[in-house]
């Protein structure tokens, strides 16, 4: 119905004045008032505290205890790896360890005995400690074929199947704690000295229709050599609805100014084109074709030409579009 009644209006091409009696049409009366000055800037949702469990030791996936969206406890058992060979270097290592042992032992008889010399023996006790070391390694690898959680959170992502093989290194879990998040927004280079003074903003998820303020904003140091941007990092209050890796935009707050504005609600557009409902004072309907300049406070849109103080405005376009069709 939306885009019917705007092909329709556009295909008149603002010939303004589709005229009829307005029905209880939701309006706003416009004026300069004052608006918060943004740069508005597109960023990801991203958990402060999360990590990738990786595997540590060979083997195939023998069982798997957790998957993506469940809430674990640190220490909770995630996954099991085949690790026989670990336990057989464990147990090969073991085995020199004792060799090692008794040979430094019977080096330290000889030298009492005047057999040996301290080098034979200090010789003895390198191999001892070797052995003692390799043997430690090898039960730490054992060790590794319970895959535990390292912090207590939420599955982001599980990355393997049961009968996969696992490498070292080769990522099995991702996991994030959903208390603490932020976004991170990417600032071209030419607007950091702005930023620079900049210390609130608001974040808005179009998804949710939720708008949020900043509890913190830090502007990374570097720039990318590549892409000539600034990572800017913004810390998020808690938002049951805010995920990892969702969309969001962040408009920092640079200063205030008096300015004539529409919701952006309020805006026809068909390509450059843009326009409003605007109620007269004798209750007609006149679509008038607006140039426009950026987004500011929450929501609006700044009109440079167009509209005067005083316009009524029509916030519902759809609705006005629906009276004026039906009235020709």
């Known amino acids: 119905m939306k885009s019917i009644a705007r092909s329709l209006i556009f295909a008149l091409a603002l010939v303004s004045t589709a005229i009829m009696a307005a029905d209880a049409l ?11 000055l943004t740069i508005p800037a597109e960023s990801v949702v991203e958990a ?20 993506s969206g469940q809430r674990v406890t640190k220490g909770d058992l995630l996954m099991r790896i085949d690790a026989r060979e670990a336990g057989e270097a464990a147990r090969a290592a073991e085995a020199q360890y004792k060799v090692a042992k008794l040979n430094y032992e019977r080096h330290q008889q000889l030298k009492e005995q005047k057999f040996v010399s301290q080098a034979a023996v200090d010789k003895a006790r390198a191999d001892f400690d070797a052995a003692a070391a390799n043997r430690s390694a090898a039960g730490a690898s054992q060790s590794h074929a319970s895959i535990v959680a390292p912090m207590t959170g939420i599955v982001a992502r599980r990355h393997v199947e049961a009968g996969d093989m696992a490498m070292p290194g080769t990522p099995l879990f991702t996991i994030y704690q959903p208390g603490s998040l932020r976004v991170t927004a990417s600032i071209p ?8 003074g900049v210390s609130s903003a608001r974040v808005e998820f179009p998804e949710l229709g939720k708008w949020v303020d900043a509890s913190a904003i830090q502007v990374l140091p570097t720039v990318d050599a590549a892409t000539h941007v600034a990572q800017v990092r913004v810390s998020l209050p808690g938002l049951a609805e805010a995920v990892p890796g969702m969309f969001a935009r962040v408009h920092f707050v640079t200063g205030r100014a008096d300015k004539l504005t529409v919701p952006a609600g309020a805006i026809l557009r068909r390509g450059e084109v843009a326009a409003v409902y605007v109620q007269t004072a004798d209750q007609r309907l006149v679509l008038r074709q607006l140039r426009l300049g950026e987004a500011v406070g929450q929501g609006e849109i700044e009109v440079l030409a167009g509209l005067a103080a005083g316009d009524k405005v029509v916030t519902d376009p759809v609705k006005a579009a629906i009276q004026v069709q039906s009235g020709k």
Request: aromatic letters at 0%.
């Open 26 to 36: 939701p309006v706003i009366i416009v004026k300069p008032h004052p608006v918060d």
């Open 48 to 67: 402060v505290q999360q990590t990738t469990v990786g595997a540590q030791v060979a083997g195939r996936v023998l069982e798997v205890r957790a998957d």
């Open 189 to 196: 280079q030419h607007r950091l000295p702005a930023m620079r």
